[in-house]
């Protein structure tokens, strides 16, 4: 089976969650192909297109591909071949552009002809939009909130023509309504549903066991976790910001009828103790909030300090973790207006005993970096793992 994942602004970030999710799964993907803001993968079993996109934060849509070939392949399936599943005699249809070389045309006129054989009162309706990349680029033909027709095809171009049609796209409002529904919100410290998901995601716990936020904030790392079904434990110095977290998982738990528990605890991550904790997704406070690009000093001692705070957090829960046990977490990434400075990740490895974590494909390799082009103080996004010596 293949499938299309279409990322959004960062897709080296959505690959490396998909993989980590796949690894968790144990579903068996390869990658086959890749454009700007879209995958392929290969699996040998079909995969629940629906409940995946729900558990993913970097990806917008998931879709089948129905026939791969050159374009006359593809003229000749949709002439031969079921293109529509609906029911209704009277749809609308659209179709997302993979396939920058053209082809779409080709493929557009098959299907009017098909839908006019058929004697079906299907129109088409052009996707227009947009996605800035975080690299400036500005990929067209695919906005960054899909919305879905009665059946939205795709056509990408690899060495083949790929034709297939979307069979999940991301609920945005839902989104937006966790995020700007839940009793409790601090604009100025926020991480986003979708980054706290890709967080969980690459800590690769599962259901039923518990995963720790030693930063945790008002707690929306906590709340994507618990929203999965996963038990949370979250820390954090600051009381008003756990009676906060308190609040919001509480109203995740009654809005997803989830049954995980959870636990939060007013104190210091670099003296806390805890025991059994199968992973940890979180955000560490990235240093003083920046009006202006730092000169490359001001940069060096922020990521000095940064890097002591980890140590010693870290050195104190790497014994309350059990063995498989990821550790995901974001880190300053400084834009000094000449360069953007990270953290010193092997000074963190070198003091903890942990080790940077591989995926199985080997790539993306962390840390994978998340930042907006005039963004200051970006995200370099770490996963690390205990040695198997420690
Ligand atoms: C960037 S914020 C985390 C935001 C969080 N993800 C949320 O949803 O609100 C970092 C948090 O770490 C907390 N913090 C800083 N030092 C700490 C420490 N040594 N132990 C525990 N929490 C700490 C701060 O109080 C702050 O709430």
Not at 22 to 35: G, N, P, Q, R
Request: contains cysteine; aromatic residues 8%; positive net charge.
């Amino acid at each position: 089976m293949q499938y299309l994942f279409v990322t959004g602004r960062n897709p080296e970030l959505a690959l490396a969650e998909a993989l980590s999710l796949f690894e968790k799964m144990d579903i068996d993907v390869t990658l086959s192909a890749s454009k700007t803001n879209a995958f392929i993968f290969n699996t040998r079993k079909g995969i629940d297109t629906k409940k995946i996109l729900t558990l993913l934060g970097g990806t917008i849509a998931i879709g089948k591909i129905l026939c791969t070939g050159d374009l006359s392949e593809i003229e000749n399936f949709i002439e031969t071949e079921e293109v529509y599943f609906g029911q209704k005699n009277n749809f609308l249809y659209s179709c997302l552009d993979f396939a920058d070389e053209g082809g779409l045309n080709t493929v557009l006129d098959a299907l009017k002809q098909k839908f006019r054989a058929e004697k079906t009162k299907a129109r088409f309706k052009s996707i227009r939009g947009t996605i800035l990349m975080q690299t400036g680029d500005v990929v067209e033909g695919t906005p960054s909130k899909i919305s879905a027709t009665d059946i939205t095809y795709f056509l990408f171009k690899d060495k083949n023509y790929s034709l297939g049609f979307i069979e999940a796209f991301s609920d945005s409002k839902e989104m937006e309504a966790r995020d700007m529904g839940k009793p409790v919100r601090r604009e100025h410290l926020a991480i986003s549903p979708r980054l706290s998901k890709i967080l969980v995601n690459l800590s690769q716990t599962k259901q039923g066991q518990t995963l720790l936020d030693p930063f945790c904030g008002i707690g929306v790392i906590l709340q994507e976790a618990i929203a999965q079904g996963i038990n949370v434990v979250g820390v954090d110095i600051n009381s008003t910001a756990t009676d906060g977290a308190k609040k919001n998982i509480e109203w995740t738990k009654n809005k997803y009828r989830a049954k995980a528990t959870f636990k939060i605890l007013v104190a210091d991550s670099r003296k806390v103790s805890l025991q059994n904790i199968d992973g940890i997704a979180t955000e560490p406070s990235l240093g003083t909030l920046l009006k202006k690009n730092p000169h490359k000093k001001v940069a060096i001692q922020m990521q000095e300090r940064f890097e002591n705070l980890m140590i010693q957090v870290l050195n104190n829960l790497k014994n309350s973790l059990t063995p498989q046990a990821k550790i995901a977490f974001t880190a300053p990434y400084i834009n000094t207006g000449k360069s953007r400075l990270g953290c010193n990740i092997q000074k963190i490895c070198n003091a903890t005993g942990l080790q940077v974590h591989t995926l199985k494909s080997k790539t993306p390799k962390f840390p994978v970096c998340d930042f907006r082009p005039n963004q200051i103080v970006g995200r370099d996004i770490f996963v690390l793992k205990k040695n198997k010596r420690n």
